[in-house]
């Protein structure tokens, strides 16, 4: 069975099929916002599949799935991929990225990517949501007059 090489989250990546793979901001694990429910504008989930040459050349399915901290589905998706094997029979590994636009956390805790590979369940990544304090507004007799720039 294909397995998992690498997982992460990015606030952006770009894959091509055969090629290098561009990602900024990886690593993500933690996300914090003054209120919820909060509004998320983009995540890039990024996964290297393995593939090895007897699995080539036919359909695997890929599901990933976020969990909130009750165990509720918040988001998901499933696709079905094919590797191409190499004339060598080495193993292939196929970097795909999955792009997440405005995903909606109801509350604060410990989220879960499940990453599932022909229907088993093969990585997990955890995510943070965390509140962060509200920015507080200084009292207008702190406030300073912006620099002049006279000429």
Known sequence: MPDIEYAFLADAAQTAPGQKFNVLGGGISRIGGPAFPLR?????????????????????????????????????????????????????????????????????GDYSFRLLVNGSERQRLPLQIVQTPQPQAKPESEMQPPPRYDA
């Open 40 to 108: 998320h504008p983009h995540l890039a989930l990024v996964v290297g599949l393995r593939v090895t040459a007897p699995e080539t050349e036919r359909p695997h399915e890929i599901r990933f799935v976020l969990l909130d901290p009750d165990g509720g589905e918040v988001a998901g998706a499933t696709g079905n991929i094919v590797a191409h094997g190499q004339a060598d029979a080495r193993d292939t590994t196929l970097t795909l990225s999955i792009d997440l636009w405005s995903l909606t956390f109801p509350k604060p």
